[in-house]
């Protein structure tokens, strides 16, 4: 397989590795649903909106390890919206896309009981839709592990562009083989107002597949809130984000959110390695801001130890670019 070293073009690199991260945060947003539209006529299936989310350790301090770095994309299709979920899954179809890195704490020469590498990269169709007061969304996501999917050659492009260290041979070599998962998710929510810009939103989570877990949380979102919006939650980190626009509410927002999860497998973490913790936390503090034409949200998640003999927990952030002309 190709590798991507640093050579004389190192600048063209970093500017080119720079303006893709740039795109990957803001050309969604161009375009789209600008608010809530009643349903004034028959409702046809049709693109409703984009959302995204990037994390990686990089936005939260020095390190590069362990849950390196992810993107998520989600398009979502159905009926005109109308700032509510359906009454029955199916009718409004989120198609979500998700690349991650998974890597030992030292990329070219990992310790000794350190997690391999993981490229992973997986495609799914999720459906939210209301029971009562409460919001529900199941999906079946279909996850490629190992170099088929190419994620050891992206993450090389990107550190070559920005000076970063490269992937080791041991690393390489160490790293899981190829294998396609099947992988069924469901959460369960019941939103609670606390006021006219606050609200409480308790959630359970259940995951059989790559990683087989149950997870109970909670978000509270404090300030400016967008009324009539749809949000998907990242499955890294747990932060939730904007698929489908509500009316614009400019003003700055904060979100707090913490969860614990009950482990009992995980396909990254398999018997010829480390073994996976039996409990898994994570805890989350974000701020968004929103003006007319710009929106800008940047979160921190600390992720608690994963696997037996990870000596402590990670910071990584999160950060959403929105530009609207």
């Keep these: 397989m190709k590798r991507w070293r640093l050579d004389a073009i190192g600048p063209v690199r970093r500017a080119a590795a720079l303006g893709l991260i740039l795109c990957a945060l803001a050309l969604p947003a161009t375009a789209g649903p600008q608010s809530v539209a009643p349903r004034t006529e028959a409702p046809g299936d049709g693109w409703l909106g984009f959302g995204r989310l ?16 992810a993107y998520q994309l989600s398009a979502v299709f159905g ?32 310790a000794p009981g350190d997690r391999r590498y993981a490229g992973v990269l997986s495609l799914g169709l999720h459906t939210p ?17 190992g170099p088929q999917t190419g994620i050891d ?10 000076g970063k260290p490269l ?29 006219r810009n606050a609200r409480l939103r308790p959630y359970l989570e259940a995951r059989a597949g790559d990683e087989t877990l149950l997870r109970a949380g909670v978000d509270l979102d404090l300030g400016r809130l967008e009324p009539g919006a749809l949000w998907s939650r990242d499955t890294g980190t747990g932060w939730r984000y904007l698929t489908v626009k509500g009316p614009p509410a400019p003003g700055i927002s904060l979100t707090l959110g913490a969860d614990v999860a009950h482990v009992w497998d995980s396909a990254f973490l398999p018997p010829d390695g480390p073994a996976a913790r039996d409990t898994r936390v994570r805890l989350r503090a974000g701020v968004s801001t929103r003006s007319r034409h710009l929106g ?19 910071l990584t952030g999160a950060l959403r670019l929105t530009l609207e002309f």
Excluded: K, M
Aim: charged letters at 20%.
């Design 79 to 110: 009926p005109r919206w109308d700032g509510r979920l359906p009454a029955s899954p199916g009718t409004v179809i989120e198609l979500r896309l998700r690349a991650e890195a998974l890597a030992p704490a030292r990329l070219a020469f990992p």
């Design 129 to 145: 839709w209301a029971i009562g007061r409460s919001e529900a969304e199941a999906g079946l996501d279909l996850v490629a592990v």
């Design 54 to 69: 990037l994390s990686d350790d990089v936005l939260a301090g020095p390190h590069d390890r362990w849950r390196t770095g």
């Design 296 to 314: 800008v949200f940047y979160g921190l998640t600390w992720l608690g130890p994963e696997f037996e003999g990870q000596p402590e927990g990670q």
């Design 153 to 162: 050659s992206l993450q090389d492009a990107i550190h070559c562009g920005f």
């Design 167 to 195: 992937l080791g041979a041991d690393v390489l070599a160490a790293q899981l083989g190829n294998r396609l998962i099947p992988s069924l998710s469901a959460e369960i929510a019941r939103p609670l107002a606390l006021g």
